[in-house]
């Protein structure tokens, strides 16, 4: 038999008081945020493309190598994320006998 109180937790700093729901965390792992991240600077490459020749005159070429590494460092996030997943599925498994 489990004993809780459902109250949520209450902090109390200075004359305020903050009131913590307990609520579980939308993304554990963080591997759909890191996909999506990812994603994202992949579009920002793909989108940028046509623009190649103006940005360079611009001296705005960074643009287009920062949205490339931002995904290319996604990817790197992504795996080690999956990882870390991996890990912890393990860990929280139980034991077979």
Not at 30 to 52: H, K, M, N, Q
Not at 84 to 89: D, G, L, S, V, Y
């Amino acid at each position: 038999m489990e004993l809780r109180d459902d109250q949520p937790m209450r902090h109390e700093i200075g004359n305020r008081t903050f009131i913590v729901a307990d609520v579980e965390p939308l993304d554990v792992d963080g591997v759909r945020t890191v996909e999506i991240g990812s994603l994202i600077w992949l579009i920002g490459f793909v989108a940028l493309l046509p623009f190649y020749a103006e940005l360079e005159e611009n001296g705005r070429l960074w643009w287009l190598w920062t949205c490339l590494a931002g995904c290319g460092l996604g990817l790197f996030g992504l795996e080690y994320c999956r990882r870390r997943r991996k890990a912890r599925a393990e860990r929280d498994a139980p034991k077979a006998r």
